[in-house]
C-alpha cells in the first residue's frame, strides 16, 4: 500500500494548484494556471498532482503529443515543484509510482525540464536524485544561460563601459514603462531583420499576462527625449530577475542605450535580488550557440547556467 497517489490536474482545480505552487520551494509564476493556461489552446495539459496521506505534496506540470509526456513545453522549465517537507527517499517513491502510473496511462517516453537551482527557495534538486536512482535518463538538451550573483558581481567590461558613458553623454535615460506595443515593435522589427522570427509572445499575450502579474512582469525602457530606443522586458521571481526580451533599435545599439540601461537594473533598480539572470543564448537543445548574443550578456558579468533537458523510456 503506497501512501502517494497521482490525480491527473482538472480544470476547477487551479486554486488549490495555484496556493501550493505559491507555497513550494521551487515554483515560480510560470506555474501559477493564470500564466500557463494563457496558451492552453496549444497544448493538451498533462499536468499531474502527486498527493501524500491525502494531502498535495508535488504538481507537474506537464503536456502529452501522443504517447509522450513532456515537461510542459509552453514553459522554458518545470519538473517536479514541491514543498519543503519532500525527502529524497520520498522523492524516489514518486517518481517510481509516476512511472508505473504513466506506463499504465499508455505513456512511452518522458522529457524532463527541471526547474534550475537560481530558481529554488531552498535546495530542491530532490528529482534529479529520483530520476538518476528511477530511470534510464540521458541529458538530451542542454542550454546555457547567463547570470550575475548579484551579492559578488564580476566587473563590466570596456566595451560596455564604453557604451554606458556614450548613452549617457547623448543624454540617455531608463525607466520603468507600461507602453508594451513601442517596445514590441522594436522587438519584433528586430528579430525579423536578423532572425527572420517573431516574439515567442504575442503583444496581446503578454499584455494579458502583465495585467495578470504585474508585480511580476515589468518593462523598462531606455529614452532619448522621450522616444524610446531600446529595453527590456523581465519576469521577476522571488530569487531571480529574468531579462524575457531585450531589444534596441538600429540608433539605440548606436548609442549603447542597452549598456545604460543594465548598468542600471543590475547596479541600481536590482541589487536585493539573488540572481540577475539574462536567459539562454542557446538553440536547437543547445547545439548552436549565438556567440555574439552571449559575449553581450558575459560583458556584464554573466556566468554559465545550464537549463537541462532530461529524456527517459518508461
Not at 506506463?103 to 530532490?126: L, N, R, T
Not at 515567442?200 to 494579458?208: K, P, R
Request: hydrophobic share 35%; proline share 2%.
Amino acid at each position: 500500500m503506497t501512501m502517494f497517489e497521482i490525480v491527473r490536474y482538472s480544470v476547477g482545480q487551479e486554486a488549490t494548484w495555484n496556493q501550493f505552487v505559491s507555497h513550494s520551494k521551487n515554483g515560480t509564476f510560470l506555474f501559477d494556471r493564470n500564466y500557463m493556461d494563457y496558451h492552453s489552446d496549444r497544448f493538451e495539459d498533462n499536468s499531474l498532482m502527486i498527493y501524500r496521506k491525502g494531502k498535495l505534496y508535488s504538481l507537474l506540470p506537464a503536456n502529452k503529443i501522443g504517447n509522450v509526456l513532456y515537461s510542459h513545453q509552453g514553459l522554458t522549465y518545470g519538473g517536479m515543484i514541491m514543498n519543503d517537507k519532500v525527502t529524497v527517499a520520498e522523492s524516489m517513491d514518486m517518481f517510481r509510482l509516476l512511472n508505473v502510473y504513466l506506463k499504465e496511462s499508455s505513456f512511452e517516453k518522458v522529457i524532463y525540464k527541471p526547474v534550475p537551482f537560481i530558481y529554488h527557495q531552498h535546495p530542491a534538486q530532490e528529482d534529479l536524485y529520483a530520476l538518476f536512482r528511477t530511470t534510464n535518463t540521458k541529458i538530451i538538451g542542454r542550454n546555457i544561460s547567463s547570470t550575475i550573483i548579484q551579492s559578488d558581481k564580476i566587473k563590466f567590461i570596456e566595451s560596455r563601459k564604453s557604451g554606458i558613458r556614450k548613452a549617457l553623454s547623448n543624454g540617455i535615460t531608463v525607466r520603468q514603462s507600461s507602453d508594451l506595443s513601442t517596445f514590441w515593435e522594436i522587438l519584433d522589427t528586430n528579430l525579423k531583420n536578423k532572425y527572420g522570427v517573431a516574439p515567442v509572445h504575442t503583444l496581446s499575450e503578454i499584455q494579458l499576462l502583465q495585467s495578470r502579474f504585474p508585480q511580476n512582469i515589468k518593462l523598462y525602457m531606455a529614452y532619448k527625449d522621450d522616444i524610446a530606443l531600446g529595453g527590456t522586458l523581465l519576469y521577476i521571481t522571488k530569487q531571480v530577475v529574468h531579462t524575457q526580451y531585450i531589444s534596441a533599435s538600429v540608433e539605440g545599439k548606436d548609442l549603447g542605450v542597452l549598456d545604460l540601461l543594465f548598468d542600471c537594473l543590475i547596479n541600481r533598480e536590482y541589487t536585493n535580488y539573488p540572481y540577475f539572470d539574462f536567459g539562454q543564448s542557446t538553440e536547437q537543445m543547445g547545439n548552436l550557440l549565438n556567440e555574439s548574443l552571449i559575449f553581450q550578456k558575459e560583458g556584464f558579468g554573466g556566468r554559465g547556467m545550464c537549463y537541462d533537458i532530461y529524456e527517459y523510456e518508461l
